[in-house]
């Protein structure tokens, strides 16, 4: 089974943020507990009496205005971010990102949190898809995000996905409704965090410090990056990574 861990970086409703991204990491089953124990170490390193207190949300940890950030320097609240990415950039190479951009204004009247994750939901199924005819691995997946307001909206999506299909075919491979878990008892949710801050980071403000550390990570096949989409009507050509690789 594949687990396919998601979270949000930038606002809906937000007008000064061009782009809503959701992202996060495709895991293997049983590569779950390595990629938690490496989170745990970096966690007993920052509070050493209660490591389990400690949850890595990368905006938070940047802006070092909460515990245990307060009194960090830049440079070492900047270091925690780019270990968080480099544990899943260096985890099996089952383990993939996944991450959906939304030009907002290119789509007026759409709710780019729904429009995400219509995309991922695809994307998910077509990855399975492709294990079982590359490697007759018959494999479900499940999708998890962090707790919010789009609990209800995204489920009701879910279930027509499965009933209707998406505007790119149905889905086969997918179980159930999502889940939604509270980002402080996750480890996975947590680094899904994290790629969206370096996702978002990368399309909003051009840093791509974050984004070239898991640029390798994002589903792909022959060249061809399905990992990543950037959904826009912009006039000029985009030469990110996700438009680049379907030219």
């Not at 609240?77 to 089952?94: D, G, H, M």
């Not at 939901?121 to 399975?128: G, Q, V």
């Not at 997918?174 to 790629?195: G, T, Y």
Request: proline residues 3%; charged residues 25%.
């Amino acid at each position: 089974m594949y687990l396919l861990y998601l979270d949000d970086s930038g606002s809906a409703g937000n007008r000064s943020e061009s782009n809503l991204v959701l992202a996060g990491i495709c895991v293997f089953e049983r590569h779950m507990h390595w990629l938690i124990s490496e989170l745990d170490k970096i966690a007993l390193e920052i509070n050493p009496t209660n490591p389990q207190a400690v949850e890595f949300h990368a905006s938070e940890i940047f802006s070092r205005r909460t515990p245990p950030w307060q009194g960090m320097t830049k440079e070492t609240a900047i270091a925690v971010i780019k270990r968080v990415l480099t544990v899943f950039q260096k985890s099996y190479v089952e383990n993939v990102a996944f991450a959906c951009v939304v030009h907002k204004s290119s789509f007026p009247g759409v709710d780019p949190m729904e429009k995400s994750f219509e995309d991922l939901c695809s994307r998910f199924d077509k990855r399975l898809k492709r294990l079982y005819e590359a490697k007759n691995e018959a494999h479900r997946g499940i999708i998890i995000l962090d707790e919010s307001s789009h609990e209800t909206s995204l489920q009701n999506l879910s279930i027509n996905f499965r009933s209707y299909g998406t505007q790119w075919g149905g889905l086969r491979n997918i179980s159930e409704v999502p889940l939604f878990v509270n980002s402080k008892a996750s480890r996975l949710v947590q680094i899904a965090d994290h790629i969206a801050y370096a996702v978002f980071r990368r399309f909003e403000h051009g840093d791509t410090s974050y984004f070239d550390i898991i640029s390798s990570k994002f589903d792909a096949e022959n060249g061809v990056i399905h990992g990543l989409s950037h959904k826009h009507q912009l006039p000029t050509r985009c030469m990110c990574l996700a438009c680049a690789s379907r030219l």
